[in-house]
C-alpha cells in the first residue's frame, strides 16, 4: 500500500490524480499537466515533494564524514549554503544525486530522492563508521513544498518577512510562513527561480493553504509530477533511474565536474573515477531535437544517420510545452555526439528524425 502525503487530503479536494512513486501516492497531475508546466514557466507552480528523503548528519567530524561519503566537497559549504553532489559506490556508480544543506557548522541535512532512500540512509550510515558523527533518518520528521516560476518570490514574500534579496541561489535559512517555523531555501527542478519549504508534517496544510491563497492573483497553479519531469527535461536535469543509474559514473552523464580529486580526503570511489576520468569516453548524454508532434520516450532505440541498428537509446524524453517540439536525451557513441548530428528514434516502429543538440534545451531568461 502507497504511503500517502501529508497534503494527500489536499490533492484529493483538487481533483488530482495519484500515482504511486517509490512506495509513495503522489498527485501526477490536476487537471492539465501542459496547464501546469506553462504555469511554472510564466508565473508559478506549487508542489508536494514530501516524498523526498532528509537525512541527517551532525557531529564534529560531519563535514569530514561526508567529503568521504560524497564526490564533492562538502566541507566548504559555508553555513547557510547547499551543495548538489552526487553519492557512488566502490566502482564509481552513482547510487543518488543529492543536495545538501550545511545548517549550522556541525549540522547538516542531506536531501535525497524517495527512490534511493533507504540505499542512501544506509550508505550513510556505514561511511560514517570511524566519525564522531551521528546520521538520522529524519523523513518522517519533514514536509516539502516547493514554489517555482518567476513569480515565487512575489508569492513567498507575501506570506513571510524572510529576506528573500539576501538569499541566494542554492542557500538557505530558517524563516516563518502564516506563523509557521521553517526552513526556506532558494533551490528547486524545473529550471525556473523558486523555492522549497521544508517544515513539520502537521503544518504542512497550513503553509500550503498560504502560499495557494498568496499565489491566485499570480495566477499559481497546483502542480503535478507529470510537469516537474518535463520542467527538468527542458532544464537538461538529470533524473535517477534514467540518466543516472549504479552503472553509469558521473562523467558519463557528463557531471564529471562535481568530482573533486583536489579535496585532501580519501572519497569512496575514488581509485575508479580517477581511472574512468583518465579514460577515453565511449558513450556519452546528449539532448536530441525533433519536429512534429511525436515524442521519443524512455527506452525507445536511437538509430545512426545510415539506418540500420539501434546505437543507443533515449533516458527520457517528451514533447516540449515550452518549445513545442520534441526533446529527449540518449546515450549515444561519441562518434554520434556532435552538435548538429542528424540521428533517428525509432518510434513504435517509425523514425522520428532528430538532431543533437547542446543541453540545456531550455534556460531562463
Known sequence: ??????????????????????????????????????????????????????????????????????????????????????????????????????????????????????????????????FDVEVTNRSADYALIAVQGPASADIVRAVSDADLDSLRYYASM??????????????????????????????ARQVWDALSAAGQEY???????????????EAGMPLYGHELTEYLTPFDAGLGR??????????VGRDALAARSEAVAQRVLVGLAGSGRRAPRSGYPVVGPDGGESIGEVTSGALSPTLGYPIGMAYVPVEYSDVGTELSVDVRGKSLPVEVVALPFYRRS
Not at 548538489?84 to 556508480?93: H, R
Not at 524563516?175 to 533551490?187: E, H, K, P, S
Not at 562535481?258 to 572519497?267: C, I, N, P, Q, T
Open 174 to 203: 530558517p524563516a516563518t510562513i502564516d506563523g509557521v517555523d521553517l526552513l526556506l531555501a532558494r533551490t528547486g527542478y524545473t529550471g525556473e527561480d523558486g523555492f522549497e519549504l521544508y517544515c513539520a508534517p502537521a503544518q
Open 219 to 233: 495566477g499559481l497553479l497546483p502542480a503535478g509530477l507529470a510537469c516537474r519531469d518535463t520542467l527538468r527535461l
Open 1 to 130: 500500500m502507497s504511503t500517502p502525503s501529508p497534503l494527500h487530503e489536499v490533492h484529493s479536494e483538487l481533483g488530482a490524480s495519484f500515482t504511486d512513486f517509490a512506495g509513495w501516492s503522489m498527485p501526477v497531475r490536476y487537471s492539465s499537466e501542459l496547464a501546469e508546466h506553462r504555469a511554472v514557466r510564466e508565473s508559478a507552480g506549487l508542489f508536494d515533494l514530501s516524498h523526498m528523503a532528509e537525512i541527517e548528519v551532525r557531529g564534529p567530524q560531519a563535514a569530514d564524514m561526508l567529503d568521504y561519503a560524497f564526490v564533492g566537497n562538502l566541507a566548504t559549504v559555508k553555513v547557510g549554503r547547499a551543495r548538489y553532489s552526487v553519492l557512488c559506490n566502490t566502482a564509481g556508480g552513482v547510487l543518488d544525486d543529492l543536495v545538501t544543506y550545511r545548517l549550522e557548522e556541525d549540522l547538516y541535512l542531506v536531501v535525497a530522492n524517495a527512490a534511493n532512500a533507504e540505499v542512501v540512509a544506509t550508505a550513510l550510515t556505514d561511511r560514517s563508521a570511524g
Open 258 to 267: 562535481l568530482v573533486k580529486f583536489e579535496k585532501a580526503s580519501d572519497f
